[in-house]
């Protein structure tokens, strides 16, 4: 039986069709479609504008320029994400400041922030991690510019509000595996019209006045064409996605495993589905050669690369990076397949594999 991926891109006739007729065109670089998908991006989140890049990660290098991050500066951010976090915050010589995450959504717990907030705290970088906001009310109070990663939660809602916009600036990514895709890409978006000018100036180094930092971060015609149908079919893929975590809570309730969860004055689109479990680390081994790809859904917390470490001595005082939860989510946390492009006989395979896998192992299960 063929193995169940644990992400695949949902593609049809329609991209091909817009990349196709961009192609013919012969506006291949930033044009027309790029400020279109900046124009239904913002729309869709709810704030003035947007600026297409090439990644994710020069979404939030860019941010953290606009902000005026520099060397020295500390960012605060969880350590139970993705490096490309870190990468932006080094780029621009700042220093990564790690907080702990809640142990019921995965999100950067505010509490442990707050202890992590000091004179020379210059942002603060939000992920809401596997489709769901974290808690944006808590931290915006701090009064510290927000930067909402929005990467796996691009049509997720907080109090009624989008995704993307309620901090100072929100940063996405159109990789091969996110919510939407285009290949590679990312964009900017945010209700500060200042920050987004400073934002499009430092994608592009041509025909400046100036000889001051640029970059060539421009997003293609094509990728732009492409994110606009993605754009188009998202209600439908995150309705996909609920779908199918509904059959993967109804299936899996009954066993001793920690299942996600949603608080009331939020919606989640489910971008992941992680589980937890005591069995992880044999499930996670057991998919490197099985028919299901399970997957960690974090490659390693920050923290844990001991290369860091000398750049973050200063932080001692507050505790050190003894992160409880993060370690604990690390250890017993598995990512289940899910996606639109997820047939209902491979979620029924997934299913069956799974369920499997937690019977023989019901006595070390939480």
């Known amino acids: 039986m063929k193995t169940v991926s644990h992400s695949r891109p949902s593609i049809d006739e329609n991209e091909i069709a817009a990349v196709s007729a961009v192609l013919r065109s012969g506006q291949i670089a930033q044009g027309v479609q790029v400020a279109a998908f900046e124009r239904a991006l913002a729309g869709l989140v709810g704030v003035r504008g947007g600026v297409a890049v090439s990644s994710g990660v020069a979404a939030l290098h860019l941010s953290l320029l606009a902000l005026g991050v520099q060397e020295g500066d500390e960012v605060v951010m969880p350590a139970f994400v993705c490096t490309a976090l870190l990468h932006a915050v080094r780029f621009v010589r700042a220093v990564p400041v790690f907080a702990d995450i809640s142990r019921e959504t995965f999100t950067i717990d505010y509490r442990d922030v707050k202890r992590r907030l000091t004179k020379k705290t210059r942002a603060m970088i939000v992920p809401h991690m596997f489709g769901l906001p974290a808690d944006m009310r808590e931290l915006v109070a701090f009064g510290v510019p927000v930067i909402e990663d929005c990467a796996q939660a691009l049509g997720s809602a907080y109090e009624g509000k989008q995704a993307g916009s309620l901090g100072a600036l929100s940063v996405f990514s159109f990789?091969?595996?996110?919510?939407?895709?285009?290949?590679?890409?990312?964009?900017?978006?945010?209700?500060?019209?200042?920050?987004?000018?400073?934002?499009?100036?430092?994608?592009?180094?041509?025909?400046?006045?100036?000889?001051?930092?640029?970059?060539?971060?421009?997003?293609?015609?094509?990728?732009?064409?492409?994110?606009?149908?993605?754009?188009?079919?998202?209600?439908?893929?995150?309705?996909?996605?609920?779908?199918?975590?509904?059959?993967?809570?109804?299936?899996?309730?009954?066993?001793?495993?920690?299942?996600?969860?949603?608080?009331?004055?939020?919606?989640?689109?489910?971008?992941?589905?992680?589980?937890?479990?005591?069995?992880?680390?044999?499930?996670?081994?057991?998919?490197?050669?099985?028919?299901i790809a399970y997957r960690r859904p974090v490659f390693k917390p920050l923290h844990q690369y001991t290369a860091l470490h000398q750049h973050t001595a200063l932080h001692q005082h507050t505790g050190g990076y003894s992160l409880p939860e993060t370690d604990a989510a690390f250890e017993e946390t598995v990512s289940i397949p899910l996606y639109p492009a997820l047939a209902n006989g491979e979620v029924e395979q997934v299913l069956q594999d799974l369920t499997s896998a937690l019977e023989v192992q019901r006595g070390i299960i939480l």
């Not at 900017?188 to 987004?196: H, K």
């Not at 100036?210 to 990728?223: A, I, P």
């Not at 949603?262 to 992880?280: G, L, M, W």
């Open 175 to 291: 990789y091969a595996t996110k919510v939407i895709c285009t290949g590679e890409g990312g964009m900017v978006a945010s209700n500060d019209r200042e920050l987004l000018s400073r934002i499009e100036d430092l994608r592009d180094y041509d025909e400046k006045e100036d000889t001051g930092l640029h970059f060539n971060c421009k997003l293609t015609e094509m990728q732009a064409a492409m994110g606009l149908v993605q754009l188009k079919k998202l209600p439908e893929f995150i309705a996909r996605r609920r779908e199918i975590a509904g059959k993967y809570e109804d299936a899996l309730q009954k066993y001793q495993v920690i299942l996600p969860s949603c608080p009331e004055n939020r919606e989640h689109i489910y971008f992941r589905y992680p589980i937890r479990t005591k069995s992880a680390r044999k499930l996670i081994e057991a998919g490197l050669t099985g028919r």
